[in-house]
């Protein structure tokens, strides 16, 4: 089969890698020429992915795999499309389709009949249906169900662990009728396989949704709980630290119950899905109060640090600070909607000197996102820990000269590692 994935991003390209691994001849498409030129060289273009430099110099190699910036031609020549390209939200919660948009006319254009178009990026509940079938129609002159089969099909992975993610879970398919549906459950049992999950209700593998907005339903279900369950974990947390009580025991035996399952707390998770999948929701329930709430506690999170931080040192004013992590994980190069803006932002209106670290990105990285560079060793007055790099498990007050407070967000720190500093864990006593 040839098949056409749209945007090679750190989604789109393991995605891509998956379907040529699996013997289909497959043609990455990116509006990036650098991106393209580093794919069809074999060489991974971001650090991070388990397996995916090794995977993609073999499909390249075989010829499996090769990537343009022309997606129409792409398309033309492909019996299936899988669409990866990001969707955003302004700062109203708005949705903004630009890129999209673009995409898809791009894809319409050389659409031709039979093909399977599968759109994976989140979207708001109705918007396969309501919004590209009418665009892919109308670019391409055929009709949606009938001419070509549309379906979504949520991407349910984390970057960093795409490959092993693709078999664990199941893959959700639904279509804009039941043609298209059947022939997005019959393409994906093509290109994806399973491991054995005895604990699921259903054989794991390719599950059949119905319809679309059943499918993009169940995505904005799973992350908007992810969202509620953080922020009533945030929410103990602020209030465990005003009672002396250290929040991770309790957490740890509240989960210790069969029906419960607490996440931990910490400086707002960020990356694409829980930040803005969210807001998808609420986009289609204004009304869904619960959910607002959760958004804007987690939201407030690197404020909360920030003001742990400004009760162990007094005032901030002129205080040299480092936060620790750009990216929104630990292991991650992605720094999109990450906690270290927020954190930054909220350190500079208490006047703070703010420097930030990052083993993951180069000093020219870290100031093209508007950060001044912080390398350890350097002389601080305080740490904030935002990302759980590894590398950042074994620091000590050593490589900190002068550090008199630490506030450690993820609990990826060991305290006794800093002996006679304010160490102050979200959701712990101070000690």
């Avoid at 995916?52 to 019996?79: I, N, P, R, W």
């Avoid at 992810?226 to 250290?246: K, S, T, Y």
Wanted: overall charge negative; charged content about 20%.
């Amino acid at each position: 089969m040839k098949i056409a994935v749209v945007a090679l991003g750190k989604i789109g390209l393991p995605l891509a890698v998956q379907f040529a691994k699996k013997g289909h001849h497959v043609i990455g498409c990116d509006v990036n020429p650098k991106t393209v030129e580093l794919v069809n060289a074999g060489t991974e273009p971001f650090p991070g992915e388990a397996h995916l430099d090794t995977y993609m110099k073999e499909v390249v190699g075989s010829g499996h795999l090769t990537a343009t910036t022309d997606t129409t031609s792409a398309v033309a020549e492909s019996e299936a499309v899988v669409i990866v390209v990001p969707l955003f939200v302004d700062n109203d919660g708005v949705p903004d389709f630009g890129w999209m948009d673009e995409a898809t006319e791009n894809i319409a254009a050389g659409l031709k009949p039979g093909t399977l178009v599968s759109y994976e990026t989140t979207l708001p509940v109705g918007t396969t249906r309501n919004r590209f079938a009418k665009a892919l129609e109308k670019g391409s002159g055929l009709v949606a169900g009938k001419d070509f089969h549309l379906v979504f099909s949520p991407e349910r992975v984390l970057t960093g662990r795409v490959f092993a993610d693709l078999r664990k879970y199941p893959k959700l398919v639904g279509g804009i009728n039941e043609t298209s549906t059947a022939a997005g459950v019959k393409f994906y049992e093509a290109v994806l396989d399973f491991d054995d999950r005895p604990d699921l209700t259903e054989k794991n593998g390719v599950w059949d949704l119905g319809t679309s907005e059943a499918s993009e339903m169940a995505k904005l279900a799973e992350t908007t709980y992810r969202d509620v369950n953080i922020a009533l974990a945030n929410q103990f947390a602020i209030f465990a630290e005003g009672a002396n009580i250290d929040i991770a025991k309790v957490i740890a035996a509240s989960n210790s119950q069969p029906y419960s399952h607490i996440h931990q707390p910490g400086i707002a998770v960020g990356g694409h899905c829980i930040p803005i999948y969210p807001r998808f929701y609420l986009w289609n329930d204004p009304e869904a109060t619960v959910v607002r709430a959760a958004r804007e506690a987690n939201a407030g999170m690197p404020a909360h640090a920030v003001s742990l931080l400004s009760s162990a040192l007094g005032s901030l004013q002129g205080k040299k600070v480092v936060v620790l992590g750009i990216s929104y994980r630990g292991g991650v190069k992605e720094s999109a909607f990450s906690g270290v803006f927020g954190t930054v932002t909220a350190l500079k209106a208490q006047g703070a000197d703010v420097v930030v670290h990052d083993p993951m990105y180069t000093d020219e990285e870290s100031t093209r996102l508007g950060f001044t560079p912080y390398a350890l060793g350097g002389s601080v007055d305080a740490v904030i820990l935002q990302a759980d790099h590894a590398e950042y498990k074994s620091l000590t007050s050593k490589d900190f000269p002068g550090v008199k407070a630490v506030v450690d967000g993820r609990r990826a720190m060991n305290p006794a590692n800093f002996a006679g500093v304010d160490f102050r864990v979200i959701g712990a006593p101070a000690r």
